[in-house]
């Protein structure tokens, strides 16, 4: 089968050239260095070309008259999030196998998932769209007629990794955090849910989840807002067996009100067995290092999945016979300071199974930017949640404590870079 895919996701590319598969790559130019440093991924692929970005159709459909001539293309499948919806409208538009782009737009749109949810009766929480949020009349009506009330949570629509999502209390903080941002002046506001935050991950395939790993993230992700950093622990399901039962049920009927029947998604949910309300859900592998910990804790390799699921090869799965959780941590960063946390440092330490660390030098950004932004993760691996949590702990203080000595030999930058951490913590 000869595949356009759009992204140059390694794990996505090896897939599907196990499986035999003629590759036509289209990739941005920030994927250059990725390419570069793996020649034997460039060896699986047969064309390739750039494109300006993933969100614009027209870059990714020109790119295909601009590759002719070369076979008739089979799918078009992307594993990339801001791929998903311009990809489907590509494969669509060629007639190809691909998403279709209703379900795309489902899975990528968060006012439109929610209202699909609403209709079929998933517990979500309560939200409109602002389509001038620099308006604060406007915002005040639609607010009202809605039935929200502060503190709430606005963001765009179709973002990722929690980027440009701020909590406000008034529609006055709306209209400033729009007006500063052109291109978030459509916002979407929901009501602030402060349960326990979870995240379930796997494949469906006609319409029945098939492959699935339940987690609890530590803390909800905003806690990224405030410098906390992102970590979940995934939950064994030979020790869960109802949890996962009832986790099946609710992400069936969930992707169902989507019409999301054929393969792999990131759900994220709030609250507790017995009453877990919807949040966002997406039709591809989760970012961060869920989809290393799903291989350890379900056997299933998501990035190859999530395009296997479309060329007719059966997902790669290996038999998992350990009953430990399993969890990963976004390693945090201290804005303005650079980077002196080697791998090392981590690896030594009990319960860590790999480490990921930016180079030793380099500027670390602020963490409240999104849920991604660290210097790196970390996998950890212990006996159960408690023990796993305990290792995320030490992990998080050793980056830490090498962040405070690096400050503290550079007092001016420390001082504004540790004001700037406790204005935030406040916040």
């Known amino acids: 089968m000869h595949v356009l895919l759009v992204g ?8 599907l050239h196990r499986g035999g598969h003629d590759i036509t790559l289209l990739y941005e130019a920030g994927e250059v260095a990725r390419m570069n440093n793996n020649p034997e991924i460039k060896d699986c692929i047969a064309r390739m070309c750039a494109v300006d970005s993933y969100k614009n159709v027209e870059s990714l459909w020109s790119a295909v008259d601009h590759l002719q001539p070369m076979p008739k293309i089979d799918a078009v499948l992307t594993v990339n999030e801001y791929a998903v919806v311009p990809t489907a409208i590509v494969g669509q538009q060629i007639g190809a196998i691909s998403l279709n782009p209703a379900v795309a737009m489902a899975c990528r749109d968060k006012a439109v998932q929610k209202a ?3 209709a079929a009766g998933i ?6 769209i602002l389509p001038n949020a620099t308006d604060c009349e406007e915002t005040q009506r639609l607010l009202h007629q809605a039935g929200l009330e502060p503190p709430l949570v606005v963001k765009p629509s179709a973002a990722a990794g929690s980027t440009n999502v701020s909590i406000v209390d008034t529609p006055a903080e709306i209209a400033e955090i729009a007006a500063a ?6 916002l979407l506001a929901e009501e602030r849910i402060t349960a326990q935050e979870w995240h379930f991950d796997g494949i469906v395939q006609s ?3 098939t492959n699935l790993m339940v987690s609890r993230y530590v803390e909800p992700l905003l806690c990224t807002k405030r410098g906390e950093p992102a970590r979940s622990v995934a939950l064994p399901p030979t020790e869960h067996a109802d949890l996962y039962r009832e986790v099946a049920e609710f992400t069936t009927r969930s992707l169902t009100a989507l019409s999301h029947s054929v393969g792999v998604f990131h759900f994220e949910a709030f609250g507790q067995p017995g009453n877990f309300i919807a949040s966002e859900l997406a039709c591809r592998p989760a970012g961060g290092l869920i989809v290393a910990v ?3 804790m379900i056997g299933v390799d998501l990035w190859s999945a999530a395009t296997q699921l479309f060329t007719g090869d059966q997902p790669e799965v290996h038999e998992v016979t350990s009953d430990l959780a399993w969890g990963w941590v976004n390693l945090p960063s201290l804005p303005g300071v650079p980077n002196m946390v080697t791998q090392e440092d981590l690896t030594s330490i009990n319960g860590v199974d790999e480490a990921w660390v930016a180079p030793q030098g380099r500027i670390m950004r602020d963490m409240s930017e999104n849920t991604s932004t660290g210097i790196g993760y970390a996998t950890v691996r212990a006996l159960n949640e408690t023990e796993c949590r305990r290792v995320m702990d030490t992990v998080v203080a050793t980056v830490r404590e090498v962040h405070a000595r690096t400050a503290a030999s550079k007092p001016t930058e420390a001082h504004k870079a540790v004001h700037n951490a406790d204005a935030r913590a406040e916040q």
């Open 8 to 15: 140059a996701q390694p794990e996505a590319i090896q897939g």
């Open 116 to 118: 699909l949810w609403a």
């Open 123 to 128: 517990p979500t929480a309560k939200f409109c």
């Open 181 to 186: 941002n052109p291109h978030i002046r459509r």
């Open 207 to 209: 319409g029945k989840v």
């Open 294 to 296: 799903a291989q350890e």
